[in-house]
């Protein structure tokens, strides 16, 4: 299912982007009350045109990954950080006609633009209620740990412990009161970047389905 948030969550999203580079919106998709919820940085071109997250180069290697430990698209929740495009604005020149184009090639997300959809993907999570939250990816990771960690450490790792919630100013992030299960998983695009990953991030993911396993039965 897609899921409809609120109109003055939606608002005050926009209000707080005006000026930033972002196109689009891509909702979160999936079943609610699921075993996992998955956690990007932010749609690509390819979700912004299709609207659907995690559909493209990246998505291929994440759906590839989750069917070895016997989940799809249906069977979780996907979503990001941030729901609209980043986006840098490029002058280059076309080779052959010599003319100047300019290109919107996608970018990491600020701090800023994080901080933005936190009060949203907050709310997100309070209807979605996963049983583990597995951030991909650094941007994931900080926004729900704070920046002191790192996915090079805590790839593949059962946490349980409070996650970051906005503060209601907007000014930043406090910790919860309860804790939450947690696995942080390389970024799907850290394999097409580099395919040595591939082995890390395949054994990453058969401990996940070990942890999900244990935790149903
Ligand atoms: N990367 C993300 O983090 N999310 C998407 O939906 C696509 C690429």
Redo the contacts with the bound molecule.
């Keep these: 299912m897609i899921i409809q948030y609120p109109q003055e969550l939606l608002d005050e999203v926009q209000e707080r982007v005006v000026g930033h580079n972002l196109a689009g919106f891509?909702p979160g998709q999936g079943k609610l009350r699921p075993d996992l919820m998955l956690v990007?940085?932010?749609?690509?071109r390819h979700?912004e045109v299709h609207n659907i997250?995690?559909s493209?180069a990246?998505?291929k290697e994440l759906m590839k990954m989750l069917s070895t430990i016997g989940y799809d698209r249906e069977s979780v929740y996907i979503t990001?950080v941030v729901r609209q495009r980043p986006y840098s604005i490029k002058k280059v020149t076309d080779k052959k006609t010599g003319a100047q184009v300019v290109k919107k090639p996608n970018r990491t997300p600020t701090k800023k633009e994080v901080l933005a959809f936190a009060n949203l993907f907050d709310w997100e999570l309070e209807q979605v209620q996963p049983k583990i939250i597995v951030p991909?990816g650094n941007t994931a990771l900080q926004r729900l740990l704070g920046s002191q960690v790192g996915i090079g450490q805590l790839h593949g790792h059962l946490l349980k412990q409070p996650i970051q919630h906005a503060k209601n100013d907007g000014s930043g992030y406090e910790l919860a009161a309860t804790n939450s299960l947690l696995v942080p998983m390389y970024?799907p695009?850290a394999i097409l970047y580099s395919r040595k990953l591939e082995s890390t991030v395949y054994e990453d993911w058969q401990r996940l389905g070990k942890i999900i396993k244990k935790i149903n039965s």
């Design positions: 891509t990007g940085e932010a749609p690509g979700e997250p995690f493209g990246s998505g990001s991909l970024h695009a």
